[in-house]
């Protein structure tokens, strides 16, 4: 005798189906939008705005991404904006300092990039010492670090700007690939190359396995510790690199960049589909979360509604994707 | 509430929160510390003490650009009038619940007067109380107490006629005539904070008078940030293909507004004017990436205050303005440079 | 079956103590499991079942006391050291992960890695995986339609299944059951005791830990019954009835 599954009904499987593929949902929406704002006004539609769109998503999406690994495992890492900020600012006094010395700008701005992915690592690192070390749980222990170091963003910088950089940092942020610059490009096969390796390697099976159920992970012989270590720097270092991009788009070092970003992360995360709950979320949900977060942001301003209003709107995304998820875990019956 | 009159950046509500009170602890320790040095370089050791006024003078916060361009004129005029200067402040969070101890503090020193900058107009008004309840005279600078009855004199930049010299910057940038239409955007910081609407209205009231064929086709919104600016001044350039001019209510918004404009490479081709003299902004209007900035002065304020003080001690009342408006400055690429410098503000 | 001789001990434990504190949780206690035996382990609440087990399992270590594995002396500092060995273990709470798949579940912790730079990258084999999952499930009777189904769609008792597949599919001596068959219905335990049989068959040895005794009765060879951190009973299964076996870990007989 063997054990065999047993099928469940197919109307509800039909049900399932349908919201299961939560991508497809998405996609939806966005092209319901961007024909929403076309038709409000026909300029949407150009490569320009898209290029503005394109220039906002790379940050949010850089540490939604990272914000998804940690959401997976069933943590939260609150302190991606700040570390945004801080790591701008840090390689904005670094590139100050650099440029003071007359030193070549192509160095200079790789220097900064150096500069400020090691902050976001560092700030990680801290992330993932509080929440494993000092089992300090992510909630607590990221909005310490939000805090601290949006006040060291103040203290550093005295409040104001950081300047005196480069001067090409800014071109590098003007589109040269129809609506694409070059950063952004990079930002986009970094994407991808999380993304296959989220879905596709050892390392992400793990990130899966922990937020499904840690117990289990952990007598699989995973070592449930090193792993989150890993996840927390690896968000850090993408808000590092969000933080550098920014710095590289107002070529300065703003003390405020980046804040409340961990708000933007999270909403792109969970429309993406991700629970926080943890066990559940894809790359692409996160890709398509933050870009139509941007596009509201863009749409709302070239329709020229109050921005308020985008707060509006994605309180109502969000609801409907939870929503949506409950529906899904509703459908899936069984037991 | 005046919450950001000249302030760096987006030096608005939420910064001064965000201000975390975890460091507030520690940064106390050096601020006591950076003012005791602070009072010995202003008391040379041969001071004749029981002849010379002490002069108190208690801010916001000092490592706002603003406040540390209002030291460099206050040491200044100490100098000359030869009284001791009391410099007083938070390091970073500009609130009452960190700058009325510190008052106390000062107070309690017993200085001949009081330059006090409030926070809160109605937090301090018990300072002022205070203060003349021991026969110690109050000037208020920047922002004012709720109830000015007992304060000598208010000594303030004029946040409507920086608006208004907003106007004139951008209707000279554009080459205003009669015969043709204009359109300009006006980037602020928060819908509510008093200086953004003061100068909105000045700005409003001046183009309404002078130059009607400008429309303001929009206004948006920075929350303190210039990478929101920037995404707001981006889609306007996109929106707005025929945009003229700009104006950037606060040094945040420049930053974001002067970077947009950068990239979108129409640097000349839309002009941007900025309020306050931060170097970096200054800068940019040497690259004519900013036309114009609009500069406080805040270390001729200070001088008003000392000035003040020291002829209502010593009985010469007679001067003695109850409110004191200091016109602001406009730098642009015709600018002196020996002006640009006096006014531009001192910066870490 | 009881005339097993020495030479067939797979795992045993000599003298092993185990002291929380003042309580003493384990006392002298040593107990033999032979290849292609199904050793039952029961007692009361608090009789020292969970102790041994994490003793066994390499979870904790005893006080004094030996662990031989095949004769040969062995000291478990982490349970992998255990694994390693070829120990597998099921605890109770432990479970699957329920938003993996069937077959990432089977390969937890030892994924298989696609060849050249992406395996050395981590890249994952995922057919292979299922497929070979399937096949080890099917080995221990156990069919699921597909391994890369997620084990959330799964009942209680396929789970069930599927954790214990997953144990006897890495196992390469002994496995340990803590309470296999709880929270499940008659017709899952069913399935649970039929899978046992099937791996005592490929002479693993099974050490098999329940309250439900007619489970412990109707699948095991011989039963070790513990009452207060002492071993009052081992003897083959055949020697018990229900009311002899509940009175021997009562105390009442």
């Known amino acids: 005798m063997t054990t065999q599954v047993t099928q469940a009904p197919s109307t509800s499987s039909r049900v399932k189906g349908l919201f299961k593929n939560q991508q497809f949902i998405l996609v939806l929406v966005l092209i319901a939008m961007v024909a929403f704002f076309s038709f409000k006004n026909h300029i949407f539609f150009t490569t320009a705005v898209f290029a503005n769109v394109l220039s906002d998503w790379i940050p949010v999406v850089l540490m939604a991404v990272g914000e998804t690994f940690v959401i997976i495992t069933g943590g939260i890492d609150l302190s991606v904006g700040s570390t945004v900020g801080f790591s701008g600012v840090i390689a904005a006094f670094a590139m100050r300092n650099l440029t003071s010395h007359n030193v070549n700008q192509n160095e200079t701005l790789a220097i900064g990039l150096l500069v400020a992915v090691a902050v976001g690592a560092g700030i990680g690192l801290i992330n993932a010492l509080l929440i494993t070390r000092a089992r300090i749980v992510p909630f607590v222990a990221t909005l310490a670090t939000l805090g601290a170091f949006r006040g060291l963003c103040i203290v550093t910088t005295g409040g104001g700007p950081v300047g005196d950089g480069p001067e090409n940092a800014i071109n590098l942020t003007v589109p040269k690939y129809g609506p694409f610059n070059g950063p952004g490009l990079v930002v986009v096969i970094i994407v991808a190359v999380i993304g296959l390796y989220l879905h596709k390697s050892r390392f992400g099976r793990y990130t899966y396995a922990i937020g499904s159920n840690t117990f289990a992970a952990?007598?699989?012989?995973?070592?449930?510790?090193?792993?989150?270590?890993?996840?927390?720097?690896?968000?850090?270092?993408?808000?590092?690199?969000?933080?550098?991009?920014?710095?590289?788009?107002?070529?300065?070092?703003?003390?405020?960049?980046?804040?409340?970003?961990?708000?933007?992360?999270?909403?792109?995360?969970?429309?993406?589909?991700?629970?926080?709950?943890?066990?559940?979320?894809?790359?692409?949900?996160?890709?398509?979360?933050?870009?139509?977060?941007?596009?509201?942001?863009?749409?709302?301003?070239?329709?020229?509604?109050?921005?308020?209003?985008?707060?509006?709107?994605?309180?109502?995304?969000?609801?409907?994707?939870?929503?949506?998820?409950?529906?899904?875990?509703?459908?899936?019956?069984?037991? | 509430m005046v919450l950001d009159s000249g302030s760096p950046g987006g030096a608005t509500l939420e910064r001064k929160?965000?201000?975390?009170?975890?460091?507030?602890?520690?940064?106390?320790?050096?601020?006591?510390?950076?003012?005791?040095?602070?009072?010995?370089?202003?008391?040379?050791?041969?001071?004749?003490?029981?002849?010379?006024?002490?002069?108190?003078?208690?801010?916001?916060?000092?490592?706002?650009?603003?406040?540390?361009?209002?030291?460099?004129?206050?040491?200044?005029?100490?100098?000359?009038?030869?009284?001791?200067?009391?410099?007083?402040?938070?390091?970073?969070?500009?609130?009452?619940?960190?700058?009325?101890?510190?008052?106390?503090?000062?107070?309690?020193?017993?200085?001949?007067?009081?330059?006090?900058?409030?926070?809160?107009?109605?937090?301090?008004?018990?300072?002022?109380?205070?203060?003349?309840?021991?026969?110690?005279?109050?000037?208020?600078?920047?922002?004012?107490?709720?109830?000015?009855?007992?304060?000598?004199?208010?000594?303030?930049?004029?946040?409507?006629?920086?608006?208004?010299?907003?106007?004139?910057?951008?209707?000279?940038?554009?080459?205003?005539?009669?015969?043709?239409?204009?359109?300009?955007?006006?980037?602020?910081?928060?819908?509510t904070a008093t200086t953004n609407v003061a100068r909105l209205e000045g700005f409003k009231a001046q183009i309404a008078a002078k130059y009607p064929n400008i429309t303001i086709v929009d206004v948006a919104y920075s929350q303190s940030q210039p990478a929101v600016a920037n995404t707001n001044v981006s889609n306007w350039l996109t929106k707005y293909p025929n945009l003229n001019g700009i104006f950037a209510i606060d040094g945040t918004n420049a930053d974001g507004a002067a970077s947009a404009i950068q990239a979108k490479g129409l640097v000349g081709k839309v002009a941007l004017v900025g309020y306050d003299a931060y170097k970096k902004n200054?800068?940019?209007?040497?690259?004519?990436?900013?036309?114009?900035?609009?500069?406080?002065?805040?270390?001729?304020?200070?001088?008003?205050?000392?000035?003040?003080?020291?002829?209502?001690?010593?009985?010469?009342?007679?001067?003695?303005?109850?409110?004191?408006?200091?016109?602001n400055f406009t730098i642009d690429i015709y600018t002196h440079a020996k002006e640009k410098k006096q006014y531009t503000y001192v910066q870490k | 079956m009881a005339l097993v001789t020495d030479e067939d001990v797979l795992y045993e434990v000599k003298n092993v103590s185990k002291s929380y504190g003042s309580v003493v949780a384990l006392d002298n206690v040593s107990m033999k499991v032979r290849a292609g035996e199904v050793v039952g382990l029961v007692g009361d609440n608090g009789a020292g079942k969970s102790t041994l087990?994490?003793?066994?399992?390499?979870?904790?270590?005893?006080?004094?006391?030996?662990?031989?594995?095949?004769?040969?002396?062995?000291?478990?500092?982490?349970?992998?050291?255990?694994?390693?060995?070829?120990?597998?273990?099921?605890?109770?709470?432990?479970?699957?992960?329920?938003?993996?798949?069937?077959?990432?579940?089977?390969?937890?912790?030892?994924?298989?890695?696609?060849?050249?730079?992406?395996?050395?990258?981590?890249?994952?084999?995922?057919?292979?995986?299922?497929?070979?999952?399937?096949?080890?499930?099917?080995?221990?009777?156990?069919?699921?339609?597909?391994?890369?189904?997620?084990?959330?769609?799964?009942?209680?008792?396929?789970?069930?299944?599927?954790?214990?597949?997953?144990?006897?599919?890495?196992?390469?001596?002994?496995?340990?059951?803590?309470?296999?068959?709880?929270?499940?219905?008659?017709?899952?335990?069913?399935?649970?005791?039929?899978?046992?049989?099937?791996?005592?068959?490929?002479?693993?040895?099974?050490?098999?830990?329940?309250?439900?005794?007619?489970?412990?009765?109707?699948?095991?060879?011989?039963?070790?019954?513990?009452?207060?951190?002492?071993?009052?009973?081992?003897?083959?299964?055949?020697?018990?009835?229900?009311?002899?076996?509940?009175?021997?870990?009562?105390?009442?007989?």
Request: hydrophobic share 45%.
């Open chain 2, 17 to 191: 929160i965000m201000s975390s009170s975890i460091k507030r602890r520690s940064l106390a320790a050096v601020a006591i510390g950076a003012s005791a040095v602070l009072a010995t370089a202003a008391v040379p050791a041969t001071s004749h003490a029981a002849a010379k006024l002490k002069i108190a003078f208690v801010m916001g916060a000092e490592s706002d650009p603003f406040f540390q361009a209002m030291k460099v004129g206050a040491v200044a005029e100490a100098k000359v009038k030869n009284v001791d200067l009391i410099w007083q402040g938070d390091p970073s969070v500009y609130s009452p619940a960190t700058q009325i101890p510190i008052a106390d503090a000062v107070l309690a020193q017993k200085p001949d007067g009081l330059v006090l900058i409030p926070t809160d107009p109605t937090a301090l008004q018990a300072t002022v109380t205070k203060a003349v309840a021991a026969k110690i005279p109050v000037v208020n600078v920047d922002t004012h107490v709720g109830d000015l009855t007992n304060v000598v004199s208010f000594i303030t930049g004029d946040n409507a006629d920086g608006g208004s010299k907003a106007a004139d910057a951008i209707a000279k940038a554009i080459k205003y005539s009669s015969s043709k239409k204009f359109q300009v955007a006006v980037g602020l910081t928060s819908a």
């Open chain 3, 53 to 253: 087990v994490k003793i066994l399992s390499g979870a904790h270590r005893p006080d004094s006391g030996e662990i031989l594995l095949e004769g040969k002396v062995r000291e478990w500092h982490t349970p992998h050291d255990a694994i390693e060995a070829g120990i597998e273990t099921l605890y109770q709470e432990s479970g699957l992960a329920p938003h993996l798949s069937v077959s990432a579940n089977v390969f937890l912790g030892r994924e298989q890695v696609k060849g050249g730079l992406l395996g050395r990258l981590g890249f994952l084999a995922n057919k292979e995986m299922d497929k070979q999952a399937f096949q080890d499930l099917k080995d221990v009777g156990i069919a699921v339609p597909e391994s890369n189904r997620s084990v959330s769609q799964l009942s209680g008792g396929q789970r069930q299944a599927v954790a214990i597949g997953r144990s006897v599919a890495w196992a390469s001596k002994l496995i340990l059951l803590d309470e296999p068959t709880n929270h499940l219905g008659a017709r899952q335990a069913g399935e649970v005791l039929n899978i046992i049989q099937q791996v005592k068959a490929k002479n693993f040895g099974v050490i098999f830990i329940s309250h439900t005794l007619p489970h412990v009765l109707q699948v095991t060879d011989r039963i070790v019954v513990l009452r207060l951190g002492k071993i009052v009973a081992d003897a083959p299964t055949s020697t018990f009835d229900a009311e002899k076996l509940l009175g021997t870990i009562t105390g009442l007989i």
């Open chain 1, 218 to 335: 952990r007598s699989a012989g995973i070592n449930v510790k090193m792993h989150l270590t890993k996840v927390y720097v690896l968000s850090g270092v993408l808000a590092g690199l969000a933080g550098f991009y920014l710095y590289l788009r107002l070529s300065v070092g703003s003390p405020s960049s980046g804040q409340s970003g961990e708000l933007d992360a999270i909403a792109a995360v969970v429309i993406g589909g991700a629970a926080l709950a943890g066990g559940i979320g894809r790359i692409s949900g996160t890709v398509l979360g933050s870009f139509i977060l941007t596009t509201v942001t863009s749409g709302l301003i070239i329709i020229g509604v109050a921005p308020n209003w985008k707060q509006v709107v994605v309180a109502i995304l969000i609801a409907a994707a939870v929503f949506s998820q409950g529906l899904r875990n509703w459908t899936k019956g069984g037991e």
């Open chain 2, 282 to 327: 200054v800068d940019l209007i040497g690259k004519r990436v900013i036309t114009a900035l609009i500069a406080q002065d805040p270390a001729q304020e200070a001088k008003r205050a000392i000035d003040t003080l020291v002829d209502y001690i010593g009985g010469k009342t007679a001067g003695i303005q109850k409110n004191v408006v200091i016109p």
